[in-house]
């Protein structure tokens, strides 16, 4: 086929990815008639303008000699329109007024026929002029009848596939097939058979170039829209301007997508032999009659059909698609082809030698800087540098760095959110091992009487046998068996427990429910109530990109105009699919939800290519090879920390600005506002301190006492947007490589879990792997974070005149290090037990036992999304005050925060008395020295309380995001692989020894499915006995040291 360039036409969305069998039944609800009943609702508010009713019958111009009498026309406000509109059938025009006044006498139109919502509307008569003058959209509409085309086939087989399927189902998917789907587009209820602006012309207002029959269907209402739209360019002012009115490319996505469906429509009937075929006829344009005339019955495009369609609905759909105008493609004229070839030859020509001067240009200016006596690196970087950078450009200005250099330095758009997939799969394992046995009678098989009025056991499985025993609610309870009654609703599901009274060592039997037929929780698993409670939350911060850059300030400029034409109530971009008050919006290229801007690696300083000159003699000499892993950790976390006075005037304020902005909106996705709770809550909330109302505590807007003269001001704030930048580097990197695991395919001879590589393509190439990017880009915004959080610990916490010497690292890399190292101030007990230490080191090492309490009370969440109450948030932002200001034990001071619950605690159950905490205790230097912070507590680290954590006790992907960050901040030595794999070892054999010490934290070897394609050519047998007996060892050590 000759076919025109533009003949592709694209669907709106791309067939649904494979899914578990058991959520597969979950889209037969695209093809419910409640659904298409919507999506005709929908259609029909677009046709008519915003209203939701059609418009009244219209009045018909009265015969000449006639008129209404003077008195009527100025009681109804009636007036003859005396011009039709390109043939349109002549109505009169009447206000909302005559419409309200009910059905009189002399009233034709009583209100009870709908009404228009839109005042505006009210004098003007429904005709094409209307529906092209429309601005509602329906482009979620076109996605849902999308989704109906990429399921139908899916749906309609589930009933065979899926045996355990309910009978609702297994009759809808039965029901399904392409006779019934092409019935549901063109059937129309009773109430839309005598509508006048749905009647075919000239009974209604509406021409069409096919038949016009069936409008009050879904593709009736389709073709009606497709043919009057302005936006698809066959209305009566012809095409407009994709971008114009504010509309962005969904004017033009509309135009495809519905062009696209219409099309598939067309194909069906036209005899595709498989909606694959339809699918591919609709994408290429190429219609199916022709296709199989040329392809003489073979392929896709030939052959029978494989389903039978009603002759009379064959016939009513192709009558009504027929003639319409730019539906399929053109042929395209041989010499029109020829000609174009010849234009777009002349232009690759002109673009080659534009191309040329470029490069001459380039080797002119290389040649002038060598002439200036500039080293020959110094030569190559300026020259390479911008041919690197070249394929970086702002969306928005299309400019570079250097072209736009006055926006702003470079991002990367991408969308952060909260994300609890870690606790589902948690509890989904804990509950499928609950299941497996109860022998061991293990956390997986706790559950906590959750029920206000407790939990009523009785004697045997029925809901109205004798009554046990009522458990009171707090109880803890052993689940011995677990069924569904066919006799009650499955929200009542039974089960036999077990109590055990703590104080009388009674033990009850007896079945209870998990939950009322109301849906009243009574009981709740443990381990799920666990990982709630837990220290780091069950909610994380995912980030994906779709790798787009743009400026700082074009962002800021386009996410303002956004704002403004919301605030007046204008059409914008993304209107329905973002929200805009939480940051959100559409990248202007490929319209994914974004909300960050992740900057740039290297925007935080000005002159990269002058810092990173190679290093002097003496300094590479002074430089001494790690003799243990202790140094190489040391060396790795702290190396690039220093900030010297030369550091220290590199900064770039812009970059600040862009790496502070990606702080604040990674902050800000991850924390729900409390303005959005009850009322009851603000009204106890407004009570509060401005102080604990917010996330972290800030110095900046109280008054200082004399007990505390230095502050925090803002660092506890920059302190939790480094800890969410961390933990969205490694959740986001194992939530990308966890999607790819384990996917459970479904063919039609059964379902088996294909396990593909997470990191497809690495090896052929790693610079442009998709996930790679992601990473990186993700760990430079990390990195640049880190970098603003020294700087401003540096100028914050040195008092006024910030003294930065750079012989020093800062207090973050050395907490760090000593986390991989296991350097703690509990080493040095032994040695105080031993009678080793004097008075100064034990009056340290009391301090650090009293402050190790809070430590461990203290959360470290990463969201703020409910899962803490108002009153422990507060509880902790208090606590965080009470560090920061370096309050003692005695300070009860009317207007400063009390002393922390856990520190309090201590002081009562110590015997005998511990020393009290004295005012200003620990430092706020923020350099570690000799004394500080592993000698002495630094107090903004104890308030956050995540950097004074063991190995052990971290999350662990959190973790990595912190270590493979930190290592990057020396751009003047990066990284080897040795070290990176040093690195991973630890952490994974961390995350080896937290599996081991968890009770059923891994299964046995009975309970294990061993792929047995997956090991071979992996080791030999020698590496199994090596490894195994290393595993071993360390599940010994684990057991003798933790668990017994």
């Known amino acids: 086929q000759n076919v025109s360039s533009d003949a592709y036409c694209f669907p709106l969305v791309c067939p649904p990815p494979r899914a578990h069998p058991r959520f597969l039944a979950c889209r037969l609800m695209l093809h419910l008639p409640p659904m298409d009943a919507a999506i005709r609702r929908a259609l029909l508010f677009a046709l008519f303008a915003g209203s939701w009713l059609p418009p009244p019958d219209p009045v018909r111009k009265p015969e000449e000699g006639a008129s209404p009498s003077s008195a009527d026309a100025a009681g109804l406000n009636i007036s003859v329109s005396t011009e039709t509109a390109s043939g349109d059938v002549p109505v009169m025009t009447f206000s909302r007024r005559a419409m309200q006044a009910g059905g009189t006498g002399t009233n034709p139109f009583p209100n009870k026929r709908g009404a228009s919502f839109n005042e505006g509307d009210s004098n003007t008569p429904f005709s094409a002029d209307v529906v092209a003058g429309s601005s509602v959209s329906f482009l979620e509409v076109l996605q849902l009848l999308t989704l109906q085309v990429h399921t139908l086939e899916e ?6 596939l899926q045996s355990d399927l309910d009978e609702e189902a297994k009759s809808l998917s039965a029901g399904l097939s392409i006779n019934s789907y092409l019935g549901r587009l063109v059937r129309i209820p009773e109430s839309l058979v005598d509508v006048w602006a749905l009647l075919p012309y000239p009974e209604g207002p509406l021409k069409s170039r096919g038949s016009g029959e069936k409008r009050g269907s879904i593709l009736g209402l389709l073709i009606a829209l497709y043919e009057h739209r302005a936006d698809h360019g066959a209305g009566p002012s012809g095409g407009q301007d994709e971008t114009g009115d504010g509309h962005g490319g969904a004017r033009s996505l509309t135009a495809n997508g519905l062009k696209w469906l219409l099309r598939f429509v067309n194909a069906l009937v036209d005899g595709a032999p498989s909606v694959a075929a339809a699918v591919k006829s609709a994408t290429n344009g190429i219609p199916v009659k022709a296709s199989t005339a040329s392809s003489s019955g073979a392929g896709e495009g030939g052959g029978a059909t494989i389903w039978s369609i009603d002759d009379n609905v064959r016939f009513t759909i192709s009558g009504m698609l027929s003639n319409l105008p730019d539906l399929w493609p053109k042929p395209v004229d041989k010499s029109l082809e020829k000609e174009s070839s010849a234009n777009k030859e002349k232009k690759e020509r002109g673009k080659a ?32 540098g911008p041919e690197e950078e070249e394929a970086d450009l702002c969306i928005i200005c299309r400019c570079d760095d250097a072209d736009g250099e006055n926006n ?82 499955i929200l009542s599901r039974r089960v036999l427990v077990k109590h055990v009274s703590e104080d009388t060592g009674k033990v009850t039997e007896g079945w209870a429910s998990v939950q009322s037929s109301q849906g009243y929780v009574i009981l709740s698993p443990l381990v799920s109530l666990c990982y709630e409670n837990t220290r780091w939350g069950s909610t994380r911060p995912i980030i994906r990109q779709c790798g787009h850059a743009a400026h700082l300030k074009c962002v800021e400029t386009h996410t ?155 660092i506890l704030r920059l302190f939790r947007q480094q800890h969410i930048a961390w933990a969205a580097v490694g959740h986001s990197a194992a939530a990308s490589e966890a999607a790819v695991r384990g996917v459970e395919e479904v063919l039609p001879f059964g379902s088996f879990s294909k396990t593909d590589e997470p990191w497809p ?21 990390a990195a640049g974070l880190l970098e603003v959080l020294i700087f401003e610990m540096s100028v914050q916490l040195s008092g006024t005149t910030p003294d930065f010497d750079g012989s020093e690292p800062s207090a973050i890399g050395k907490c760090l290090a000593d986390i991989l190292c296991g350097y ?13 230490a004097n008075l100064m080191e034990r009056e340290r090492l009391t301090l650090w036992s009293q402050i190790t309490a809070l430590m461990s ?132 054999t961390g995350r080896m020894i937290q599996t081991l010490i968890t009770p059923h934290g891994f299964d046995s070897i009975d309970g294990m499915e061993i792929d047995e394609e997956d090991e071979e050519g992996r080791w030999d047998q020698t590496e199994f006995q090596k490894e195994g007996e290393a595993l071993a060892k360390l599940y010994s050590h684990c057991r003798t040291r933790v668990l017994m």
């Open 857 to 988: 009370a203290m959360p470290c969440h990463v969201a703020r999304d409910g899962m803490l109450s108002q009153r422990h948030e507060a509880r902790a932002a208090a606590a965080e005050m009470w560090v920061s200001r370096g309050l003692g034990t005695n300070s009860d001071v009317s207007g400063e925060p009390p002393v922390p619950l856990a520190v309090k605690q201590l002081f009562q159950d110590a015997t005998p008395r511990l020393p009290d905490i004295e005012p200003n205790w620990g430092s706020l230097t923020p350099f570690a020295n000799e004394d500080s912070p592993s000698q002495i507590p630094f107090r903004p680290a104890v308030a956050t309380a995540f950097l004074y954590m063991p190995l052990l006790a971290w999350d662990l992907n959190t973790l990595a995001g912190a270590v493979f960050s930190s290592i990057l901040l020396d751009r003047n030595e990066f990284p080897d692989s040795e070290d990176i794999l040093n690195c991973a070892r630890l952490l994974i």
């Open 824 to 836: 703690s101030w509990s080493i040095d007990m032994k040695a105080a037990q031993g009678g080793g």
């Open 408 to 489: 702003g330095p470079l991002g990367f758009l991408g969308h952060v959110q909260r994300s609890r997939v870690g606790q589902m799969r948690a509890c989904s394992e804990a509950i499928s091992k609950a299941n497996e046995g109860v022998e061991s009678y293990s956390l997986f098989q706790r559950y906590r009487v959750v029920g206000h009025m407790g939990c009523q056991v009785r004697e045997t499985e029925a809901m109205d046998s004798r009554p046990v025993f009522c458990l009171p609610r707090g109880s803890i309870v052993t689940v011995l068996k677990s069924t569904v009654s066919d006799n009650y609703d």
């Open 560 to 714: 303002l105009s956004l704002h403004q034409r919301a605030a007046g109530e204008q059409p914008y971009d993304g209107r329905f699919a973002a929200n805009i008050d939480d940051g959100e919006f559409l990248c202007p290229l490929c319209k994914q939800l974004s909300n960050i801007l992740i900057p740039r690696d290297g925007c935080a300083t000005l002159n990269d290519a002058e810092d990173s000159k190679a290093e002097s003699d003496d300094a590479k000499a002074e430089k001494k090879s790690p003799s243990n892993f202790e140094d190489v950790f040391q060396r790795l976390l702290t190396r690039g920390t220093c900030v010297g006075k030369k550091e220290s005037g590199s900064y770039s304020e812009i970059g600040q600005k862009a790496l502070a902005d990606f702080g604040s909106h990674l902050m800000q996705a991850m924390a729900v506002p409390w303005d959005r709770s009850t009322g009851s809550r603000k009204k106890k909330y407004r009570r509060w301190h401005p102080s604990i109302q917010r996330w972290d505590y800030e110095e900046e807007d109280d008054s200082l006492t004399s007990e505390a003269p230095t502050t925090v001001r803002s």
């Open 353 to 384: 030698a534009q191309q040329r001067m470029l490069e001459m240009m380039k080797k002119k200016q290389s040649a002038f800087v060598e002439s200036m006596g500039t080293s020959e690196s110094g030569g190559e970087d300026k020259v390479s």
């Open 761 to 781: 393509g690495y090896e052929s190439g790693k610079d442009n792997d998709p996930m790679v990017q992601e990473l990186t880009r993700t760990m430079a915004g």
């Open 155 to 160: 749906c309609a087989s589930l009933h065979r």
